[in-house]
């Protein structure tokens, strides 16, 4: 949770950096970074999308259906309102946006800073100028088609190989921990950056195992309520395990944070909760500053970016990372914890900020795609 009174805040940063240099130095940084996500914007691309992953995200709950809008100039109108008013940072959700890569392209000219989240099966094509998260879940075909219902992480490391937007987002479950170190071996040697999340259930998805449904042909093919990827708090410690042995083997690889790592698999909630057990002070809320939008281009008020997310369980690294871009009281408790969020805030730089611009101009390719972070 962040600190209530951010003069408290500020009041104790400059005890703790005052009698250390080098606290002070990383802070400025860290200030700078931070500005990037002042005020973020989701825009969700498509509801189309061409994987079913156990317990979707975004299809995984009662979702009403919209009328997308079909005409890229209304897009690029919108687009430029939204830079009109100042958008910091654009994430570029859905399903997949892949599958319009036109309403990508209207974005590309309006924002310096973006995020797409991506599966990684289709290409998205090198002129777009936005960070590439692709959403990885196995490190082997027979995992992979039971957590998405198609085996397509090879597809991703052919379709990204090298691409400098690129960055790999390995989703940590029960069911996929024993292949995280191959995701990093692959990783290496596609000469592309490894960061993780962590396998969070919707409400829809916990309702249904508490329900003993059957399993259907969509997004609930496998899970039963003796067997699902769910994290235990034992899945928990041993991912923490995991990704810190993968930190020490591929440094030049994987981008991550160990007071990060330590924080988000800690046991219970990662979120302090309100009577009727949503996250308040989540950084992933929809609030006035940080606005969501659907394919039809109206403002949506839900409750955070992924609504459907149980909040007492929720560990998802959209919710944990945007959460940990103000510091709370435990990371002001000392010197070393404040330099632990330091940390955190560094790791933040490198796996969500692509610099795509050169004095206020966007590379021309092949510069952008081959630009190093």
Same mark, same amino acid.
Request: with cysteine; proline share 4%; glycine share 6%.
């Given at each position: 949770m962040g600190? /209530?009174?951010?003069?408290?805040a500020?009041?104790r940063? #400059?005890? =703790?950096? &005052?009698?250390?240099p080098?606290?002070? %130095?990383?802070?400025e940084?860290?200030?700078s970074?931070?500005r990037?996500?002042r005020?973020?914007?989701?825009?969700?691309i498509t509801?189309r999308c061409n994987?079913?992953?156990?317990?979707?995200y975004?299809f995984?709950s009662?979702?009403?259906?919209?009328?997308e809008q079909d005409a890229v100039?209304e897009w690029?109108?919108f687009?430029?309102r939204e830079a009109?008013?100042?958008?910091s940072?654009?994430?570029f959700v859905?399903?997949e946006?892949?599958?319009?890569?036109?309403r990508?392209?209207?974005a590309?000219?309006?924002f310096?800073?973006?995020?797409?989240?991506t599966?990684g099966?289709?290409r998205?094509d090198a002129a777009i100028?936005f960070?590439?998260s692709? /959403?990885?879940?196995?490190g082997?075909?027979?995992?992979d #088609?039971? =957590?998405? &219902?198609?085996s397509?992480?090879?597809? %991703?490391?052919?379709?990204y190989?090298?691409?400098?937007?690129?960055?790999?987002?390995?989703?940590?479950s029960?069911w996929?921990?024993?292949g995280?170190r191959?995701?990093?071996?692959?990783?290496r040697?596609?000469?592309?950056p490894l960061?993780?999340?962590?396998y969070?259930?919707?409400?829809t998805?916990?309702?249904?195992l508490?329900?003993h449904?059957?399993n259907?042909?969509a997004?609930f093919?496998?899970?039963n309520?003796?067997?699902?990827?769910?994290?235990s708090q034992?899945?928990?410690?041993?991912?923490?395990r995991?990704v810190?042995?993968?930190m020490?083997d591929?440094?030049?690889t994987?981008?991550?944070?160990r007071a990060y790592?330590r924080?988000?698999?800690q046991p219970?909630p990662?979120?302090?909760?309100d009577?009727?057990?949503n996250?308040?002070l989540c950084?992933?809320r929809?609030?006035?500053?940080?606005?969501?939008y659907g394919s039809?281009?109206?403002?949506?008020?839900i409750?955070?970016?992924?609504?459907?997310?149980?909040?007492?369980?929720?560990?998802?690294?959209?919710?944990?990372?945007s959460t940990?871009?103000a510091?709370?009281a435990r990371?002001?408790a000392?010197a070393d914890?404040?330099a632990?969020?330091?940390?955190?805030?560094e790791a933040?730089k490198?796996?969500?900020?692509?610099?795509h611009?050169v004095?206020?101009?966007?590379r021309?390719e092949p510069?952008a795609a081959l630009?190093?972070?």
């Amino acid at each position: 949770m962040g600190t /209530s009174d951010p003069r408290v805040a500020l009041r104790r940063i #400059r005890e =703790l950096t &005052g009698s250390r240099p080098d606290l002070a %130095a990383r802070y400025e940084a860290a200030k700078s970074t931070i500005r990037r996500f002042r005020k973020p914007a989701f825009y969700e691309i498509t509801q189309r999308c061409n994987l079913k992953c156990e317990g979707c995200y975004y299809f995984e709950s009662e979702r009403t259906a919209m009328d997308e809008q079909d005409a890229v100039a209304e897009w690029e109108s919108f687009f430029a309102r939204e830079a009109e008013r100042q958008v910091s940072m654009a994430y570029f959700v859905g399903a997949e946006p892949a599958l319009h890569q036109e309403r990508l392209m209207a974005a590309s000219g309006h924002f310096q800073y973006g995020n797409v989240g991506t599966n990684g099966s289709i290409r998205i094509d090198a002129a777009i100028p936005f960070r590439i998260s692709i /959403s990885m879940w196995a490190g082997d075909d027979e995992t992979d #088609r039971t =957590l998405r &219902g198609a085996s397509v992480f090879r597809k %991703a490391f052919r379709n990204y190989c090298g691409d400098r937007r690129a960055i790999v987002y390995y989703t940590l479950s029960r069911w996929n921990l024993d292949g995280a170190r191959r995701i990093a071996e692959l990783c290496r040697d596609h000469g592309l950056p490894l960061t993780f999340n962590l396998y969070s259930p919707t409400a829809t998805y916990l309702a249904k195992l508490a329900d003993h449904q059957p399993n259907d042909d969509a997004f609930f093919r496998v899970s039963n309520s003796d067997d699902s990827p769910m994290l235990s708090q034992d899945d928990l410690r041993a991912a923490e395990r995991v990704v810190l042995e993968l930190m020490e083997d591929f440094p030049e690889t994987v981008l991550y944070s160990r007071a990060y790592n330590r924080w988000s698999t800690q046991p219970g909630p990662l979120h302090a909760l309100d009577d009727e057990g949503n996250a308040p002070l989540c950084g992933s809320r929809i609030t006035s500053l940080m606005h969501y939008y659907g394919s039809d281009l109206a403002r949506k008020e839900i409750k955070c970016c992924t609504p459907d997310l149980d909040c007492s369980q929720c560990r998802i690294m959209s919710g944990g990372w945007s959460t940990k871009l103000a510091p709370d009281a435990r990371d002001l408790a000392s010197a070393d914890s404040f330099a632990d969020w330091l940390e955190m805030m560094e790791a933040l730089k490198r796996i969500f900020v692509y610099e795509h611009r050169v004095s206020g101009a966007v590379r021309s390719e092949p510069e952008a795609a081959l630009h190093t972070l």
